[in-house]
């Protein structure tokens, strides 16, 4: 059993149906991918996953405990972190007060935190006094990955991290990526870069139309001649 | 004084006793509404109409409860039995407040309502908060201040000072100017400072976010409308014990406060703040009847013989509307750059 499941996770927007049957899992110290065509219901996992939307049937189990009848709230406190595709920072709040609201469900002191995510991305420390909204698109999706980290958890879940970003910027990303992992983290990622985010990952996972259409480790996916071929450009 | 001769001092003095001192209790009052509406669209993303009766609610239950300690005679010399009465009516105005969100906002905030729909319920509850009111106390004015009624009269300063022109600072002045400041330092620090607060614009600059950061959505409106009581109860007070109580005059004190706030910037407190000064100042500033100041200020050979009053009183409404209306057309989005309200 992995550290997070998601079982036959059933899913629409009102009547419009998204997830069918989809299945991911993910285990601590480990990257996984989510990719696939536009609208195959990639982000609509991670929602479920968290509890932003209700899924019609399936179950979500963080470390073999099912979870799935809690508020996002508790799941966040039992763990999981997200770090939204747009909108992730507080944008008129400073780059320590987003931090310190990242921390906002903790009781004891987040200092230590606070320091650490500045020793991970030490360009934040230089800007903690600045607004949000002040900062390049780089160095924001770095205040979103440091708030996410404030409550310590077990688990990230990435929504499109490099969506709109420079080449340069995203082999960064990415790299911030791996140190999460490498740290112990189990990390979730979906991904609109499928080559180089299944160049990384652990293991993967092609969706079409709400269906696990393959599944393998990253090398696999990339060495799938039809993968290659439908989702990679060939 | 020699009719011709030019008296700058005595000009001046003229000027804080109708002028300045004036203004600036009045701006207070409005600061206080203004920031109460300036929360609430920050929070809970609607323009609330309800605002301008809320503070006849707050009000008519500090009325209340100083007929009642008066009655009993619980009342301490020389301060106003209104002061002491308005944190239980805050306490009443808070849970006036929470049931009138527990009732109808948050039905909308759950179906995610557009903006629009929730401004049309806040007139809503404008017009039953002002019935009961209405209903509670009569439509007639009236005055509910005792205790000493000047820091310093006109004669006191007169005497004190000599001069011809006497300035007179009223309890209610005081009071309003004094515990206004304190209370905005109160609401910045709050806001800046505190755990909560910061969770507050936090969860004003990005719900989806504050809600993944573990912040509670109906603790953060509660708090807010716990604030609002607050600010709303004693603005209402102060403006009554300055100037008097009528539902009506409360209710038209909508147009000045949405004024101040548009001015400001709207959803910025500062912008809120600064808004109401300068509103409460255009409005005293233009109906004020000049003659007076410049027969002091001028020589025999130039003093008018009209009144010198640009807009009569009557037209003082007139006056933040016109604001509103130039704010709107020429920078929309404030003094202190606030958000132009777009239905989301």
């Known amino acids: 059993m992995a550290y997070l499941e998601g079982k036959n996770l059933v ?51 963080l470390d073999g405990k099912d979870i799935s009848m809690l ?39 987040i200092n230590q935190t606070i320091e650490e995510v500045y020793a991970l991305f030490p360009i934040l420390y230089d800007k903690r006094k600045q607004l949000a909204e002040q900062l390049s698109g780089g160095q924001r999706q770095q205040v979103a990955f440091g708030r996410a980290m ?39 990622m979906v991904e609109q870069n499928a080559q180089q985010a299944l160049n990384i990952a652990d293991k993967g996972y092609v969706l079409v139309s709400g269906r696990n259409e393959h599944t393998g480790t990253g090398k696999e996916l990339i060495n799938n001649p039809e993968v290659r071929k439908k989702f990679l450009g060939g | 004084m020699t009719s011709d001769s030019i008296d700058i001092i005595n000009a001046f003095a003229l000027l804080t006793n109708f002028v300045i001192l004036p203004a600036l209790s009045y701006g207070s009052q409005l600061a206080l509404g203004a920031l109460a ?15 301008g009766d809320s503070m006849a609610f707050g009000t ?33 105005t808070s849970m006036y407040l929470l049931t009138m969100d527990r009732l109808i906002y948050r039905h909308y905030r759950k179906i995610k309502a557009k903006s629009i729909t ?37 004669r006191e300063f007169k005497a004190y000072t000599g001069l011809e022109q006497g300035i007179a600072f ?3 002045q005081f009071l309003t100017i004094t515990i206004a400041f304190l209370l905005v330092a109160f609401v910045f620090y709050f806001l800046q400072k505190t755990k909560t607060g910061k969770a507050m614009r936090a969860y004003s600059d990005n719900k989806e976010l504050a809600l993944l950061s573990g912040i509670d959505p109906d603790k953060m409106v509660q708090i807010t409308w716990l604030l609002v009581a607050a ?86 409404y007139a006056i933040s509307f016109v604001i509103l209306v130039i704010v709107l057309l020429i920078k929309p989005t404030g003094l202190f750059k606030g958000k132009v309200i777009v239905d989301e």
């Open chain 1, 11 to 61: 899913a629409s927007y009102g009547v419009v149906p998204i997830l069918h049957e989809c299945s991911v899992e993910v285990e601590k110290g480990e990257l996984a991918v989510i990719v696939g065509p536009n609208g195959a219901g990639k982000s609509t996992v991670m929602r479920v996953l968290l509890g932003m939307l209700e899924a019609t049937s399936g179950s979500v189990m």
């Open chain 1, 71 to 109: 508020s996002t709230q508790d799941r966040i406190s039992h763990g999981l972190a997200f770090v939204p595709q747009t909108k992730n920072v507080f944008p008129s709040m400073t780059v320590e007060e987003n931090l310190q609201m990242g921390g906002f469900i903790r009781q004891d002191d």
């Open chain 1, 150 to 188: 404030m409550t310590k958890p077990s688990i990230m879940l990435l929504d499109e991290p490099t969506a709109g970003v420079s080449p340069i910027v995203m082999d960064e990303i990415f790299s911030n990526i791996l140190d999460v992992r490498n740290a112990g983290m189990a990390v979730l």
């Open chain 2, 37 to 51: 509406v300036t929360l609430v669209y920050s929070v809970l993303r609607f323009s609330n109409f309800a605002q």
């Open chain 2, 60 to 92: 008519m239950i500090v009325i209340l409860l100083t007929g009642f300690m008066i009655g009993r005679g619980w009342t301490i010399s020389g301060i106003p039995t209104a002061l002491l009465v308005i944190p239980i009516a805050i306490v009443f």
């Open chain 2, 118 to 154: 929730i401004v049309m319920s806040s007139i809503g509850v404008m017009f039953v908060t002002g019935g009961i009111v209405r209903f509670v106390l009569g439509a007639t004015a009236q005055k509910f201040e005792d205790g000493e009624r000047f820091i310093f009269s006109v």
């Open chain 2, 170 to 172: 009223k309890t209610s």
């Open chain 2, 231 to 316: 600010l709303t109860t004693i603005a209402g007070a102060l403006y009554g014990l300055d100037k008097g109580f009528a539902p009506q005059q409360y209710h038209l004190l909508l147009l000045p406060i949405f004024a101040s706030v548009i001015v400001g910037g709207i959803g910025s407190p500062i912008g809120a703040i600064a808004g109401a000064f300068l509103v409460a100042f255009s409005e005293i500033l233009l109906t004020y009847a000049y003659k007076k100041f410049l027969i002091y200020l001028l020589p025999l050979s130039m003093h008018p013989s009209s009144l010198v009053q640009l807009i009569g009183t009557e037209y003082k």
